[in-house]
């Protein structure tokens, strides 16, 4: 029992290890030309269908293919509608092997493979070192992983899954369908693999140990068990593989109720049909065109509903980034009541301003460079300003008040000015990473207060539920300006005088300038802001256009 368990708990760290290792090298490895040629195979959906067909008819393990795909999703080579029809042709494709069986009497084993990969992989690691081959070989050695894993689980379980006493569950009615098709979906389960299951099933049903209706039943259940696999290579994994995986098990659910449901009615069809055509066929056919039938059937009934499906699952698993870069206040329907129209923007724009702000204050603290959040943020305020342009268009087609039409400009210019805060955030994190001294102690201690200054100009700039104090925006903002000339005039004579190199200098300057250009966009952002908070509270005069801080 404890063997069992060792191998079992090793088998899966294997198989999870293989899909980190597919996941990391892809990202690493995938350029332009891999982008390409998925992009090719899953251009419409039926080209995406037949290649997910063709490739699991190739490698015999529809789980596999399911991983792959996942991977392709978490490495951000595939979008969810590519995926989503790859996963469609993976189910047609992994009846294969009930044809190989009834016709050839073998399964191929892709098993066999996974040593070879890993040595293969491990060698353009050790020989491609960092480069793209490197990363091609995390990705070639992650595959052999990933099938040693399978390979380890199914040696493990063989036995057990091969032990059923099937003549057991002999019966009539729903009971013994049921437990025929929990047979299937637990023997799959255990030896991940449906190839292996339905090799069983068809050499079990051959052997007479079980009728047609059972064996189809159990045909069905190793079909669903595919399904852990997905859910087993999604720990750990994005949103867009979760969702994946959702849509793989949604897909075997319902393909797999409405297989059961009609599978007397079916299997006479087929029975019938193969009478007709040939006089008659072994079961073993029968049961491979039962397969085929079935998952062929699935696709077609989810093919007209399969936009609404990656609908509702983009909807599904968010996380907290993609919460954030979703509008808040921006609903359409008060698009057409200027008030309230006007409020919405208001408070959606404040929340961009909260967000670039936020970016802001972390650059100038970062010594690191730029942070994972740092580039989240920075695509969140990216898709926001998107939804809040869009918005004003939409504004802009109704019959809006004169005041307020020509302050839309003004809100788009609010929203360039976050989005300008946000790339120097990024650009000032960059220029943090490994700081050069410049050279002297009281130099240094100035650019500190500078960068003081700077993150106080953007705190004070931003909304807070109240009127800003755009006076004391000014003052500030006036004085970080100072310090700013001041820096760049002791840089440039210490630069002249040798004290420092140009190369430091030019960096030191770059990063001042930056920074003074986040406080002077904090604060323009803040001018028309208020504006238009003016202009929601009814306020008949705006602050006069001072032109350019």
């Known amino acids: 029992?404890?063997?069992?368990?060792?191998?079992?708990?090793?088998?899966?760290?294997?198989?999870?290890?293989?899909?980190?290792?597919?996941?990391?090298?892809?990202?690493?490895?995938?350029?332009?030309?891999?982008?390409?040629?998925?992009?090719?195979?899953?251009?419409?959906?039926?080209?995406?269908?037949?290649?997910?067909?063709?490739?699991?008819?190739?490698?015999?393990?529809?789980?596999?293919?399911?991983?792959?795909?996942?991977?392709?999703?978490?490495?951000?080579?595939?979008?969810?509608?590519?995926?989503?029809?790859?996963?469609?042709?993976?189910?047609?494709?992994?009846?294969?092997?009930?044809?190989?069986?009834?016709?050839?009497?073998?399964?191929?084993?892709?098993?066999?493979?996974?040593?070879?990969?890993?040595?293969?992989?491990?060698?353009?690691?050790?020989?491609?070192?960092?480069?793209?081959?490197?990363?091609?070989?995390?990705?070639?050695?992650?595959?052999?992983?990933?099938?040693?894993?399978?390979?380890?689980?199914?040696?493990?379980?063989?036995?057990?899954?091969?032990?059923?006493?099937?003549?057991?569950?002999?019966?009539?009615?729903?009971?013994?369908?049921?437990?025929?098709?929990?047979?299937?979906?637990?023997?799959?389960?255990?030896?991940?693999?449906?190839?292996?299951?339905?090799?069983?099933?068809?050499?079990?049903?051959?052997?007479?140990?079980?009728?047609?209706?059972?064996?189809?039943a159990m045909v069905i259940g190793a079909n669903l068990g595919t399904t852990s696999t997905a859910v087993l290579a999604v720990i750990g994994a994005t949103a867009n593989a979760r969702r994946l995986a959702a849509a793989h098990v949604l897909f075997n659910l319902l393909t797999g109720a409405i297989a059961l449901a009609i599978l007397p009615f079916l299997l006479i069809l087929i029975a019938d049909t193969l009478k007709a055509i040939e006089g008659g066929a072994p079961i073993t056919t029968m049961l491979a065109v039962f397969h085929t039938v079935f998952n062929v059937m699935g696709v077609l009934i989810f093919l007209p509903f399969h936009d609404r499906v990656v609908g509702v699952l983009e909807r599904m698993f968010r996380t907290a980034e993609e919460d954030e870069a979703r509008p808040r206040y921006l609903d359409r329907t008060v698009v057409n009541t200027p008030v309230l129209a006007i409020h919405a923007l208001g408070m959606e724009l404040a929340r961009i301003g909260a967000i670039a702000g936020r970016m802001a204050r972390g650059a100038i603290s970062s010594e690191s460079g730029p942070s994972r959040k740092l580039k989240s943020d920075r695509q969140t305020i990216v898709r926001l300003i998107e939804a809040t342009v869009d918005f004003c268009g939409r504004m802009q087609r109704e019959n809006m008040p004169e005041a307020l039409d020509s302050q839309l400009p003004n809100a788009i210019r609010v929203s360039g000015y976050y989005n300008d805060m946000s790339e120097l955030a990024v650009e000032v994190a960059k220029l943090q990473r490994n700081r050069p001294d410049p050279g002297d102690p009281e130099l240094a201690a100035a650019m500190d207060r500078f960068r003081g200054q700077v993150a106080e100009n953007v705190a004070m700039a931003m909304f807070n539920g109240r009127e800003m104090d755009l006076e004391a925006c000014r003052e500030r903002l006036d004085e970080t300006r100072d310090a700013y000339r001041q820096i760049k005039g002791a840089l440039l004579r210490r630069a002249s005088r040798g004290g420092i190199r140009v190369s430091v200098m030019v960096r030191l300057l770059d990063l001042i300038a930056r920074l003074r250009r986040l406080a002077e966009q904090a604060v323009k952002a803040a001018r028309y802001l208020n504006n238009l908070k003016k202009l929601e509270d009814g306020l008949e005069e705006v602050t006069e256009d001072r032109g350019p801080y």
Not at 11 to 35: E, I, Q, V, W
Not at 93 to 104: E, K, Y
Not at 152 to 160: E, P, R, S
Not at 200 to 209: D, N, Q, W
Request: neutral net charge; aromatic residues 8%; contains cysteine.
């Open 1 to 216: 029992m404890w063997t069992m368990l060792g191998f079992t708990i090793g088998g899966l760290g294997l198989f999870l290890l293989g899909m980190r290792l597919m996941t990391d090298g892809l990202k690493y490895a995938a350029g332009r030309a891999l982008s390409d040629v998925l992009a090719a195979s899953t251009a419409t959906r039926f080209r995406g269908i037949m290649a997910g067909a063709g490739i699991t008819a190739l490698v015999q393990s529809s789980s596999a293919v399911t991983v792959a795909t996942i991977g392709f999703v978490n490495a951000g080579l595939m979008d969810m509608p590519q995926a989503l029809a790859l996963i469609y042709g993976s189910n047609i494709g992994t009846t294969m092997t009930g044809w190989l069986v009834a016709i050839l009497g073998f399964k191929l084993k892709i098993s066999l493979f996974a040593l070879p990969a890993i040595g293969v992989g491990m060698g353009m690691r050790l020989f491609g070192h960092e480069g793209k081959r490197g990363g091609i070989g995390d990705a070639v050695a992650g595959f052999g992983v990933f099938f040693l894993g399978i390979a380890i689980l199914k040696d493990t379980f063989a036995q057990t899954a091969t032990s059923f006493d099937l003549a057991s569950l002999s019966g009539e009615g729903p009971l013994f369908v049921a437990a025929y098709c929990a047979a299937g979906f637990a023997m799959t389960m255990l030896m991940q693999s449906s190839s292996a299951s339905i090799a069983i099933v068809l050499t079990a049903a051959a052997s007479g140990i079980v009728t047609p209706e059972d064996a189809a």
